[in-house]
């Protein structure tokens, strides 16, 4: 059963690969439908997020634990894949842990998306979600060193599409990005929306790309003085 489901994985998230010009694939003009499409795609990229975290976690003592080690070779370069896979999962980890996104919820996966982008992202997202079950470290004990290596590279390769997915959307235009930012700002804190966006400086993310509600105070008692009424007492009305 895993089998199909990581395949599925990485189809869905090949043809995400293979989609360009993002703004024209969200199937809505307004701000706000842009801003749910958003928080959206956040939700079902933190469901793979977890899984990809869960699996290489049973499958890292696995991956390389039978290889033998080769004899020294001072004329190749070394290749420890086992460092690779532990390199892999802390990196899996702390992202996990430092994204302010929730996973999707199960009606999220069974609900399909009129755009075929968010479509995709549901798809992978519920493969994911199915495959925890297959990658379960109770079910994980039955795994072999030759089904951890694949886990493992499955794993890799799912990460690989999500490092470049985040970079292709960051470039999307700013005022996207600015909508983004914004309505992260507004649910978590402009830490989290600095975070998502790959601002270095939160400053940057402040100053240019959450846009602040102004607060204008209520000025209407001296408008009213300004440009009184009928019937004011103030003398100025129309004559009785």
Request: with cysteine; net charge positive.
């Amino acid at each position: 059963m895993y089998g199909e489901n990581g395949t599925q994985m990485r189809t869905e998230l090949a043809a995400l690969l293979r989609q360009h010009r993002v703004m024209h694939r969200l199937e809505t003009d307004s701000a706000a439908g842009r801003a749910e499409v958003g928080r959206q795609v956040l939700r079902f990229r933190q469901t793979i997020l977890v899984w990809c975290t869960q699996a290489i976690g049973v499958a890292r003592p696995l991956a390389f634990a039978n290889v033998p080690v080769k004899p020294a070779d001072p004329f190749r370069a070394i290749s420890d894949h086992g460092a690779a896979v532990e390199e892999l999962g802390r990196s899996l980890e702390l992202a996990r842990d430092e994204s302010p996104t929730k996973p999707a919820s199960s009606i999220e996966f069974t609900t399909p998306s009129p755009s075929a982008l968010v479509e995709h992202w549901r798809l992978a997202a519920r493969a994911a979600a199915l495959a925890e079950h297959d990658t379960a470290p109770d079910r994980a004990v039955h795994l072999t060193a030759a089904q951890g290596r694949a886990v493992a590279g499955d794993v890799a390769a799912v990460s690989q599409a999500l490092v470049v997915l985040d970079r292709r959307y960051r470039n999307t235009p700013h005022s996207f990005r600015r909508t983004v930012a914004t309505e992260i700002d507004e649910v978590y804190d402009a830490e989290a929306a600095k975070n998502q966006l790959g601002h270095t400086s939160k400053t940057v993310t402040e100053r240019h790309y959450i846009n602040r509600k102004l607060v204008v105070p209520d000025y209407r008692a001296a408008t009213e003085r300004l440009a009184p009424g009928p019937g004011s007492g103030d003398g100025t009305g129309p004559a009785k």
